[in-house]
């Protein structure tokens, strides 16, 4: 019996919106992900199983082969890089923005700028394609804080409602990307495996394509 293909599905807020994708696609798991300590899972595919991660670390496990195949968001695939990756999907769930934000009502210098955030490799991007020099300050949670205690002039995180920006005295200013949340494959997989990961990668466009009817499905 051929080895079973390894799904990589980030947990959280991507986590719950990616199962009934999944369920839609034919794919279930065999037990309740969220009532047990387990993170790989056995499903309703005798070849598919699924291993549940941090939303960070999917991209590694696809990009080096631990899985075939995983489920991560835009974000993390631009601060990780998608060298060993095809990304043959938009699932269009969890959707958001990544940006800059600061202080409201204060204009953040033109030329130089402190910033905090946990995507330092996008924010370096972003800043030299701006012309700014901008000194990056990494950190790993509440980055609404460092503009409150003078540790950065602003930062680059992902925003949704902007309640938390709001309720800390802070706006959003630039826009960095549109965030959803994508399908990755490993390279190597997708030549080994084609006739395995063909089927599955058509069944998440066709039950993506189901949920968004009036938008092409392609990454």
């Given at each position: 019996?051929s080895k079973?293909?390894i799904?990589a599905?980030?947990?959280?807020?991507?986590?719950e919106?990616?199962?009934?994708?999944?369920a839609?696609?034919g794919?279930e798991?065999a037990?309740?992900?969220d009532?047990?300590r387990?993170?790989?899972?056995?499903?309703?595919?005798?070849?598919v199983k699924?291993?549940?991660?941090?939303?960070?670390?999917?991209?590694?496990?696809?990009?080096?082969?631990?899985a075939?195949?995983?489920?991560a968001g835009?974000?993390?695939l631009?601060e990780h890089?998608v060298?060993?990756?095809?990304?043959p999907?938009?699932l269009?769930?969890?959707r958001?923005?990544?940006?800059?934000a600061?202080?409201e009502?204060?204009?953040?210098g033109r030329?130089?700028r402190r910033?905090?955030?946990k995507?330092?490799n996008?924010?370096?991007?972003y800043?030299?394609?701006?012309?700014?020099q901008?000194e990056?300050?990494k950190?790993?949670?509440?980055?609404e804080?460092a503009?409150?205690?003078n540790?950065a002039?602003?930062?680059?995180d992902i925003v949704?409602?902007g309640n938390?920006l709001?309720?800390?005295?802070?706006?959003?200013?630039?826009l960095i990307?549109?965030?959803?949340?994508?399908?990755?494959v490993?390279?190597?997989?997708?030549?080994?495996?084609h006739?395995?990961?063909?089927p599955l990668?058509?069944?998440?466009?066709?039950?993506?394509?189901?949920r968004n009817?009036?938008?092409s499905?392609v990454?």
């Amino acid at each position: 019996m051929s080895k079973p293909l390894i799904f990589a599905l980030s947990k959280g807020r991507i986590l719950e919106e990616t199962l009934p994708l999944l369920a839609d696609a034919g794919i279930e798991p065999a037990e309740p992900l969220d009532k047990s300590r387990k993170l790989l899972f056995d499903t309703n595919l005798d070849n598919v199983k699924l291993v549940v991660i941090r939303a960070v670390d999917v991209p590694t496990y696809v990009q080096l082969g631990a899985a075939d195949l995983g489920v991560a968001g835009r974000d993390v695939l631009l601060e990780h890089g998608v060298d060993g990756l095809y990304e043959p999907l938009d699932l269009r769930i969890s959707r958001c923005r990544l940006m800059t934000a600061g202080i409201e009502g204060q204009a953040p210098g033109r030329a130089r700028r402190r910033v905090a955030t946990k995507f330092v490799n996008v924010a370096r991007r972003y800043y030299a394609e701006q012309g700014i020099q901008a000194e990056v300050i990494k950190l790993y949670g509440a980055m609404e804080l460092a503009p409150l205690m003078n540790l950065a002039d602003e930062i680059v995180d992902i925003v949704d409602t902007g309640n938390t920006l709001r309720a800390n005295g802070m706006a959003p200013r630039e826009l960095i990307a549109d965030i959803t949340t994508r399908l990755v494959v490993n390279k190597a997989s997708m030549t080994m495996q084609h006739e395995r990961l063909m089927p599955l990668i058509e069944q998440l466009r066709h039950a993506v394509e189901v949920r968004n009817p009036d938008a092409s499905a392609v990454g």
